[in-house]
DNA sequence: CATTGACCTGGAGTGCGCTCCAGGACGTAC
DNA sequence: GTACGTCCTGGAGCGCACTCCAGGTCAATG
């Protein structure tokens, strides 16, 4: 698969595609004969996850770190769950956060309802 | 009060706060005779107010926004309203979506486990 | 076989949100 | 009255995560 087509199934900028490259998010992609990119199913699969990661706002030097443990296979394991499993719990920790964040919210919200009627329903 | 002290009861660093100032998002503090910030309770309340928008993500220019709008008067309740409600809809939508990125992970880590147990248990 | 369009590389530029710095003023404690 | 800590200003620098650009290559099309 060629690059244009890569980023639009993968959701990545080409832009994008090739500075992951560049800096070892991705490994170095396969070419063909002229130089050009070729991506695979594989590539495929790994570039959505790191999405997601991203989506879960991962930092890049932990994607990273989480891209090198890939690369040395499945020795480290162990590691990259222990990686997802803190993620997952900062995930959590965010979700309850912004409960309390809405929770907020809406007081506020509340409030300007309250001082919009006793400004404005008086004519 | 002064800036370190406000700094502290705020949570917002020192830097932060005369850079907030300088842009426009906390109005120009009072200033003592000798020319240094002096805070009351009500810059207090609107810097907390500021951390918390801050902590549910919106933007420095959306911030900025409001706190035009705040400086504005009783005029622009419901606009500012309007805004708090436009974010609390982001707010419960990235909720959403965290939640399926967890279950996401969950799948995942689910999976490592499960890799861990045939690679590792067989010795 | 010439043009076009997609691709390549290395490197520079961008926007966000601070954070740090130099050089100077003030005010409190000794 | 001087040393020290805290404050002031304007401006530079930084880390993140891209995004854009110049200059060049290559493959397909008319």
Known sequence: MKISDFSIRSG????TLRYYERIGLLPRTARDGGGRRSYGP??????????KLQAM????????AYSRLRSEGDATLGARRAMLEAHRAA???????LHGLIAAL???????????TQSGDSQ
């Open 57 to 64: 706002d991962m930092p890049i030097r932990e994607r990273l």
């Open 42 to 51: 594989d590539d495929l699969a790994w570039a959505r996850f790191l999405g």
């Open 106 to 116: 809406d007081g506020k919200i509340t409030h300007y309802r309250e001082r919009e």
């Open 91 to 97: 995930l959590v920790a965010r979700q309850d956060e």
């Open 12 to 15: 990545l900028s080409i832009d």
